[in-house]
C-alpha cells in the first residue's frame, strides 16, 4: 500500500469529517423540532421546514430518520438544549448553543476548547445582552418593494429589509418568524426557496480580528467547538474503513490511520482534563486514608507543610505551590502540543 495509500487515508478522513459534523448539526437542528412539536414532518411544519433545509444540504435520510426516532425516545436517549456563553480570542463573544445528555459534561468541553483558544467561559447574561436573536430571511424570487408590501400586508414587525445582486434579506425579532415564514411562503413560486431561512444570534457591535493569531485561534475554536457534537466511534464513517479494506489495510493499519485521527480531537480534551485533574487528586485521597498515602504527592507535601512546622512555614508552602502550577501547565501544555498535531484538519 505505501505512501498512496496514507495520502488518500488522509484526505478521505478529511472528508468524512466535514461530513460528520454536517450529519451533527443537522441531526441536532432535527431533533430539536422535532421534540418541540409532533415529531412527524407532516403534522409539525417546523420539523418539515428542518428536514427540507437538510436534504439541500445532501444530508442523508437515514441520519435523518434516526433523529427523528431519537426525539419518539425509540433508543431511550434523551438530550436537552443548553446555551452556554463565552469569551474568545481578541474580545470575540459567543453564544453558544448545545443538546446534550450531560450539562457538566458538555460545559466542561466547551470551557476547554475556549481557554485552549484563548478564551474563557463566561457567566449567564455576560454576553447574550451585547447579541440579539433575529429572524434572518434571504430571497432571490422577488424585489424589495415586493418583498415590503408583503409583510405589510401580513402586518409582520421587520426590523429591517435590504437588497443586494438581487438577494433581499430580511431581519426581524425572533417572535415573528413563523409569521414572516407563513407570508413569504404563501408567495413562493413553485420550484424556488428561500436562500436563507433562520433564527440566529447576530451581535449588536461587530468586531475585527487584526491579527493573525487571533484569526488562526478564531478558527481553531470554531473547529473544537463544532467537534464536541462529534460522537467519538459512532461518527466514523463505515465507508473509510471499507475503502481501507479494498485497499488491504489490515485490522492496525485500519486503526493507526483512521480510528485514531479521527478520535484525536476527543482524546485531546480527554486527556487534558484527566492529566491536570490527576495531579491535583488530593482531598479524596486525604479522606479515604487520613493522609496515610504511602507516597509524597506534591500537593500533599503543600498541606502538610503548613501542618508540621510550628509556626507554619507559609512561604515554603508558597514556593511549593508555585512549583506544582509550573510542573501542571508544562505537563498539560506539552500534552496538548503532541495530541493537536495529531488531529485531522477538516
Avoid at 17 to 24: E, G, Q
Avoid at 56 to 80: C, F, L, P
Avoid at 260 to 268: D, I, Q, R
Wanted: one cysteine or more; glycine letters at 6%.
Amino acid at each position: 500500500m505505501g505512501r498512496a495509500h496514507e495520502v488518500r487515508a488522509a484526505s478521505m478522513a478529511k472528508t468524512a469529517a466535514a461530513k460528520s459534523k454536517l450529519n451533527n448539526k443537522w441531526s441536532r437542528i432535527i431533533y430539536m423540532a422535532a421534540k418541540s412539536g409532533v415529531p412527524d414532518p407532516d403534522l409539525n411544519q417546523n420539523l418539515k421546514k428542518e428536514i427540507e433545509k437538510a436534504k439541500r444540504e445532501q444530508v442523508t435520510a437515514d441520519v435523518i430518520k434516526r433523529a427523528i426516532d431519537k426525539a419518539k425516545g425509540a433508543n431511550q436517549e434523551s438530550y436537552d438544549p443548553m446555551t452556554l456563553e463565552g469569551f474568545g480570542p481578541g474580545n470575540s463573544m459567543f453564544v453558544i448553543e448545545c443538546l446534550t445528555d450531560n450539562h457538566n459534561r458538555t460545559q466542561t468541553a466547551v470551557k476547554v476548547a475556549l481557554q485552549r483558544c484563548g478564551g474563557k467561559i463566561a457567566g449567564s447574561g455576560n454576553v447574550t445582552h451585547m447579541f440579539k436573536n433575529t429572524a434572518i430571511f434571504s430571497v432571490d424570487f422577488m424585489s424589495e418593494e415586493e418583498v415590503l408590501e408583503t409583510l405589510l400586508m401580513a402586518d409582520c414587525d421587520v426590523e429591517d429589509i435590504s437588497s443586494e445582486d438581487g438577494v433581499v434579506t430580511v431581519t426581524a425579532p425572533s417572535s415573528e418568524y413563523g409569521k414572516i415564514r407563513e407570508a413569504l411562503k404563501a408567495v413562493t413560486p413553485e420550484g424556488k426557496d428561500f436562500l436563507e431561512d433562520t433564527v440566529s444570534w447576530v451581535p449588536l457591535n461587530p468586531i475585527e480580528l487584526n491579527t493573525e493569531k487571533e484569526k488562526e485561534q478564531l478558527q481553531r475554536l470554531l473547529d473544537l467547538l463544532e467537534g464536541i457534537y462529534l460522537n467519538g466511534l459512532n461518527n466514523i464513517p463505515e465507508d473509510l474503513y471499507e475503502a481501507a479494506s479494498i485497499d488491504g489495510a489490515t485490522a492496525w493499519q485500519k486503526f493507526r490511520h483512521i480510528t485514531v485521527p479521527m478520535l484525536m480531537p476527543a482524546f485531546t480534551i480527554v486527556f487534558f482534563l484527566t492529566l491536570s485533574s490527576s495531579f491535583k487528586m488530593l482531598d479524596e485521597n486525604l479522606a479515604l486514608t487520613g493522609g496515610d498515602f504511602g507516597t509524597r504527592m506534591l500537593s500533599l507535601q503543600i498541606l502538610l507543610t503548613t501542618r508540621e512546622n510550628t509556626p507554619p512555614n507559609y512561604g515554603m508552602a508558597q514556593a511549593q505551590a508555585v512549583i506544582f502550577f509550573i510542573l501542571i501547565a508544562v505537563v498539560s501544555i506539552v500534552q496538548v502540543i503532541v495530541t493537536k498535531r495529531k488531529e485531522i484538519e477538516a
